[in-house]
C-alpha cells in the first residue's frame, strides 16, 4: 500500500528543475508532500486534495491526477536548501497514513 | 521548531530492557501519530491518536508496543524487550482535527539503539 516515487534520487545544478513523481496502487483522496534533511524530522511542503484544493508553499508547486492515482511535485529553479529526501503521504481509508518510498534529491552549486 | 517535542532524543539500551518515549503535541492538536523510520527508508506508521483515543494501530506493530495517550495530551510509546531490530528512530506528529487539510507537524524524534 505505501506510495511509489520516481526517481529514487536525482542530482541538480542550482537553478535547474526537477519533477518527483508519486503513484499509488489504491485510489488517492489526498496527496502530502514532505521533505526530510539528515537527521531531520520531515517538514511540510504541501497537501493536494481531490477536487482541487492545494495548500502549501508559495515556491513549490504539485499536481494531482485523481484517475491516475499520481501526484507530481515540480522544483523550480532549484537552490541548494532544496537538498534533502522528499516523501509523499497518504491516507487511504481509515487514520493509517502512508509515506511513499522517498526520493532523494541532491543540489549541487 | 514545529512545536513538538519529544523526550529523549536519543536512548541506547540493552537488548531485552524496556523503554518509553514521550511526546508533547502542539497543545490544540487533537490527532496525533508515531510513526518508526530506518535508515534510508520513510517514515512507517505505528499508531494514531485522537484525543485520548487510540484508533488505529498497525498490523505490524508487535505487542511489545503500547502507546497511550492519557486525557488526550501528551503521549508515551513504550517497547518492552527490546530487540535490536527494534533500533529506529521513532518520529511522533501532530495535527489539527476536523479536516483533512491540515498538515502534520512533526518533532524531533528519539533515536533508539538497541545493543
Known amino acids: 500500500q505505501q506510495p511509489v516515487q520516481s526517481p529514487q534520487a536525482v542530482i541538480l545544478r542550482e537553478g535547474e528543475d526537477a519533477v518527483i513523481n508519486c503513484s499509488s496502487s489504491?485510489?488517492?483522496?489526498?496527496v502530502h508532500w514532505y521533505r526530510q534533511k539528515h537527521g531531520e524530522a520531515p517538514v511540510f511542503l504541501m497537501i493536494l486534495l481531490k477536487g482541487g484544493e492545494q495548500k502549501g508553499h508559495e515556491k513549490i508547486s504539485a499536481s494531482f491526477n485523481e484517475k491516475k492515482q499520481q501526484s507530481s511535485l515540480y522544483l523550480t529553479a532549484s537552490q541548494l536548501s532544496y537538498s534533502g529526501t522528499y516523501f509523499c503521504?497518504?491516507?487511504?481509508?481509515?487514520?493509517?497514513?502512508?509515506f511513499g518510498t522517498g526520493t532523494s534529491l541532491t543540489v549541487i552549486p | 521548531d514545529t512545536g513538538v517535542s519529544q523526550d529523549p532524543r536519543h536512548k541506547i539500551t540493552k537488548r531485552g530492557q524496556n523503554v518509553t518515549f514521550r511526546c508533547d503535541p502542539i497543545s490544540e492538536h487533537n490527532r496525533l501519530y508515531w510513526y518508526r523510520q530506518t535508515l534510508g527508508q520513510g517514515p512507517e506508521f505505528l499508531t494514531y491518536f485522537q484525543n485520548e483515543a487510540q484508533l488505529e494501530k498497525s498490523r505490524l506493530l508487535s505487542d511489545r508496543f503500547s502507546a497511550e495517550r492519557p486525557k488526550g495530551s501528551f503521549s508515551t510509546l513504550e517497547i518492552q524487550r527490546t530487540e535490536q531490530g527494534d533500533s529506529a528512530m521513532y518520529l511522533c506528529a501532530s495535527r489539527l482535527g476536523g479536516s483533512s487539510y491540515n498538515e502534520q507537524f512533526f518533532g524531533p524524534g528519539t533515536r533508539l539503539t538497541v545493543l
Open positions: 489504491k485510489a488517492l483522496y489526498s
Open positions: 503521504g497518504t491516507e487511504y481509508t481509515g487514520n493509517q497514513f502512508y
